[in-house]
Nanobody
Framework: QVQLVESGGGLVQAGGSLRLSCAAS????????MAWFRQAPGKEREFVAI????????YYADSGKDRFTIARDNAKNTVYLQMNSLKPEDTAVYYC??????????????????WGQGTQVTVSS
């Protein structure tokens, strides 16, 4: 049974930083691309960042470019999202997800069969 467990969310002031972690189990982690999505109150869930199986390729939504960094440690079955210069509009529940076949440049949520439970990020102004 695949399990993805996010951690690292919290309350931070605008301009601050957070690092989210997602620990995976029940899958061959290095066979999967890993992604972060987020859902703000009243909005649809949206793509944030994705990393390929080896960590050699990463792509970001425009909202996080130059502020967010996705990384992975295959030895620890963990993917990270470093978020800097946070803004109030980054407030959302952040989810990690795993996919074996999504297109890295245009990932589709339907391609991700495994999802975590989410971690809340709140950025105060």
């Amino acid at each position: 049974q695949v399990q993805l467990v996010e951690s690292g969310g919290g309350l931070v002031q605008a301009g601050g930083s957070l690092r989210l972690s997602c620990a995976a189990s029940g899958l061959t982690f290095s066979n999967y691309a890993m992604a972060w999505f987020r859902q703000a109150p009243g909005k649809e869930r949206e793509f944030v960042a994705i990393i390929n199986w080896s960590g050699s390729s990463t792509y970001y939504a425009d909202s996080g470019k130059d502020r967010f960094t996705i990384a992975r440690d295959n030895a620890k079955n963990t993917v990270y999202l470093q978020m800097n210069s946070l803004k109030p509009e980054d407030t959302a529940v952040y989810y990690c997800a795993a996919s074996q076949w999504t297109d890295l440049r245009t990932p589709k949520q339907i391609d991700f069969r495994s999802w975590g439970q989410g971690t809340q990020v709140t950025v105060s102004s």
